[in-house]
């Protein structure tokens, strides 16, 4: 049976923990900037307003669109939709005008520029500005709630060191693949939401794992290091691991290259999060348990000398 990673296999984790924090610490601090500087980018569901996909029989500019919709077209976007031609995206901003009627209006510009029956409406969404607002807090909050139930979960089940590790790591999963989209000049929507909120499941999944290993494996050698207990869990469980991360990986590019463009940010979220998620599980969350030992042990330290 092929065997993608030998049994007796002894990667030094533990040891290149500091290339790991450096690495970490630098990547998080680029998305956070590319966050605050640059701004997530919301689609309708969050900013409000009017979106139209439609299906041109045969191809136009998008200029051409633009200025069929006459005073709307200043503050509209027109694009086309992926690599289908004659489809495009109209998305319309709450700030433009009320949203009632709009998207019949839009309609009446497109006939009048085009013709009836030279298009197809094949989706329409309209959000107002006030639930925008609302989806946008709610979604906040559940990417924030969703992290600190599962440290919280990790700290009850096994100690309170392995629920802060998970809580940084997978707040630093989620950091990355938010400042990810940023960079990569995604819309955040309600499905990149269901991405994040997927990242943080699968991350968490991946965190227990290990720690239930280290957890054991503490039991089995207590004379040992914590160091190279970690060591040998991290090593035991890699091969689980690998296959793991690498099968779901292969359905997530089989998405993003066949599921069309409306599903590329979602793809292109998990790409990035499963990635982030399995490394943060060795070179994050593991290490930090490894600190709060050894913090321990240098306070407990001066207080032998001294008695």
């Not at 839009?106 to 030279?118: C, E, H, K, V, W």
């Not at 690998?242 to 290259?257: C, D, E, K, Q, R």
Request: glycine share 10%; charged share 15%.
């Amino acid at each position: 049976m092929l065997q993608l990673i030998k049994p007796d296999i002894n990667i030094n984790f533990v040891g290149n923990r500091r290339y790991a924090y450096a690495f970490s610490g630098v990547l998080t601090i680029l998305c956070l900037l590319a966050l605050v500087l640059h701004g997530p980018r919301y689609g309708i569901d969050f900013a409000g307003g009017t979106l139209l996909h439609v299906r041109f029989q045969q191809p136009v500019e998008t200029t051409a669109i633009r200025q069929a919709l006459g005073d709307l077209g200043a503050e509209a976007s027109v694009q086309d939709f992926g690599n289908v031609k004659g489809e495009y995206l109209l998305r319309i901003p709450q700030s433009s005008t009320e949203l009632a009627g709009l998207g019949q209006r839009i309609r009446t510009q497109l006939d009048g520029a085009f013709g009836q029956g030279s298009y197809e409406v094949l989706r329409t969404e309209s959000v107002g500005p006030r639930v925008g607002q609302e989806l946008r807090r709610k979604a906040l909050l559940a990417v924030l709630f969703s992290t600190v139930m599962m440290g919280s979960y990790i700290a009850i089940r096994f100690e309170l060191r392995f629920g802060i590790g998970a809580a940084i790591a997978l707040l630093h999963d989620v950091i990355v693949a938010a400042g990810a989209l940023v960079i990569a000049n995604y819309e955040f929507d309600l499905t990149i939401v269901a991405a994040l909120l997927t990242i943080v499941g699968f991350s968490v999944h991946d965190t227990v794992i290990v720690s239930d290993r280290i957890r054991e494996n503490m039991r089995k050698i207590r004379r040992r290091p914590l160091g190279e207990i970690i060591n040998q869990s991290l090593n035991e469980t890699l091969s689980r691991t690998v296959l793991t991360t690498g099968t779901a990986i292969l359905v997530i590019v089989s998405l993003y290259l066949l599921g069309g463009s409306v599903i590329h940010g979602f793809a292109f979220a998990l790409l990035v999060g499963f990635l982030i998620g399995t490394y943060s599980s060795i070179f994050v969350a593991s290490p930090i348990v490894l600190a709060f030992e050894r913090s321990k042990a240098a306070h407990t330290r001066p207080q032998r000398a001294a008695s």
